[in-house]
């Protein structure tokens, strides 16, 4: 039997115990009721950037907004997205919902369920694994990268050759897609792909680079069979898919068009010395290039879609309760106890505006140290604001969207120097044509052969240019500031020198390499 005392004390944990529950129970009702305040964000400027379309949760729709905002007068048959769908078939879609959607708000015909489609070289690699790779021993870096801006023989490259011949209706479809003057495939609904917009998937990217890629290779092909004018048509069509695909809103769709410009600017430095064009050739080839639209500036995607896709990514974490308090969270160092406190998602919101902000005017900057230096300052502000913790996941989630832009800098003046160097290399070929011997300076070249001097895109200055001992060479500085100029064998950044012997065995270095 227990004594008395003893039931006392059981009933007096009792009361401790049901009040100790009480109060826990207060503090996660209180918790919850807290939290679905905190989680209300305010729709303007400030907090989501655009205030229309509202979805049915009751925020903002970025992936609508993104669709809405294509013209409407859009013609199908302006549309390059049918001939692609020939061409690469199902690697233009996410699924079969996505594909259907697409078509439907196209108003476009349904493209052949069965091929031929275009087939990566990796496939036919191993669907035909009999035929020899090259007829040399392998290298270490994969053969056909030389390819791209080199001449080369069926006979020595069966298998790229044969790859080629195999995909000869689908670059027929994207000889027919470059002529078209637009190029829009709008964002499924979420329930048929990603649920927030920064995963939203865009297969069509890796299959217009396959596409240029293969028609790049083969104007190389051509240009050793003698077909200048095959050589040629193909290099235009692989500069007009990258201006097709650089018509996108978001980022991944602009970088990969710019490697698109620069594998293709290879090909055309390889063209201009091998093709021993007339001097009224190559400037015409010149006028082709120059009356290409330019391709669109990154600072628009960053500031459109890069921005939409952050905000929509806030608005999903201040919506899902369960990712933002089960799920484990990485640390560096103590525990952060903030997480089981509402954080303010309008702050949040508003502060990667403020970044954001800072991205975009750094992208437009006029020239590359400017843009340079613009985001090392971002950097070293994004990294003080993490050390002091003012609102540390979003910060190391801006830092990491940093450290992706920095390598952008460098490509967008990679790419614009090489097409002004392109332009030089053509004058060159024609001055060379019509005086026998290249030109002293590159003022030689102003006004008959170029209405100015080009200027190299990572300095502002003009490019270096070496015509001494039999050679000639063009060349930027790149990313390297500060190298020697004397001569063309000193410099340690192959990927921008364009060497022009005056013999018949040259060899140039693509920017794409």
């Known amino acids: 039997m227990p004594k008395p005392t003893d ?26 009721f807290w939290i679905a305040y905190r989680r209300h964000i305010p729709i303007g400027v400030k907090t989501t950037r655009i205030t229309k379309p ?9 992936r609508l907004a993104i669709n809405q905002r294509t013209p409407k007068p859009l013609c199908p048959a302006d549309n390059a997205a049918l001939e692609l769908f020939h ?96 190029f829009y495939i709008p964002l499924p609904p979420r329930r048929t792909e990603a649920y927030f917009l920064s995963l939203a998937p865009l297969p069509y990217v890796t299959g217009i680079g396959r596409l240029a890629g293969a028609l790049t290779q083969r104007a190389m092909l051509e240009l050793h069979r003698g077909k200048l004018g095959a050589c040629r048509r193909d290099l235009l069509a692989a500069h007009r898919l990258a201006r097709l695909l650089g018509q996108g809103p978001f980022l991944d769709e602009r970088v990969g068009a710019r490697y698109i410009e620069l594998r293709t600017i290879g090909a055309d430095w390889t063209f201009a010395r091998r093709a021993h064009l007339s001097a009224a050739a190559n400037l015409d080839y010149a006028r082709d290039l120059a009356g290409l639209t330019p391709l669109r500036p990154l600072a628009g995607a960053i ?15 201040s919506r899902d309760w369960f990712h933002r308090h089960c799920v484990p969270h990485e640390t560096d160092g103590p525990i952060d106890w903030s997480i089981l406190l509402p954080p303010d998602y309008a702050a949040r919101m ?29 950097q070293v502000a994004i990294n003080q604001a ?17 450290e992706n832009l920095h390598p952008l800098v460098s490509l967008t003046a990679r790419v614009r120097s090489a097409q002004r160097m392109t332009r030089v ?11 026998g011997q290249y030109p002293k300076t590159l003022a030689c070249l102003v006004p008959t052969y170029l209405p100015k001097m ?17 050679k000639c060479g063009i060349f930027s500085v790149g990313e390297f500031h500060g190298l020697s100029t004397g001569s063309l064998g000193s410099q340690k950044n192959p990927e921008m020198v364009v060497q022009l012997n005056t013999n018949h065995a040259n060899h140039s270095t693509g920017p794409g390499a």
Not at 93 to 114: D, Y
């Open 7 to 32: 039931r006392k004390l059981s009933a007096s944990s009792r009361v401790v115990y049901v009040a100790l529950l009480t109060l826990i129970g207060t503090a996660v009702l209180a918790d919850v």
């Open 54 to 62: 509202i979805g049915a949760d009751g925020a903002v729709n970025y």
């Open 87 to 182: 061409a690469l078939g199902a690697e233009m879609f996410v699924n079969v919902a996505a594909r259907e959607m697409i078509l439907t708000r196209l108003g476009m015909r349904r493209p052949p369920q069965k091929g031929p489609f275009f087939v990566s070289f990796n496939r036919y690699c191993r669907q035909h694994a009999t035929l020899p790779l090259h007829t040399k021993a392998p290298r270490i870096f994969h053969p056909r990268e030389d390819l791209y801006n080199h001449p080369f023989s069926a006979r020595r490259h069966p298998r790229t050759a044969g790859w080629l011949q195999a995909n000869a209706i689908a670059l027929r479809w994207a000889l027919r897609a470059a002529q078209c003057p637009c």
């Open 303 to 317: 500031d459109y879609t890069g921005r939409w896709a952050a905000l929509d990514y806030i608005q999903w974490q």
């Open 350 to 378: 508003m502060r990667v505006n403020y970044w954001y902000d800072r991205f975009v005017a750094a992208f437009r900057k006029s020239n590359c140290r400017l843009r340079e230096q613009a985001l090392a300052g971002v």
């Open 386 to 402: 993490c050390d002091l913790g003012e609102g540390p996941r979003a910060d190391l989630y801006l830092a990491l969207t940093l």
């Open 425 to 435: 290399v053509l004058a060159l070929a024609a001055y060379r044509r019509g005086h």
């Open 454 to 470: 080009p200027l190299d895109a990572f300095t502002g200055k003009p490019l270096h240019y070496i015509a001494a001992g039999g």
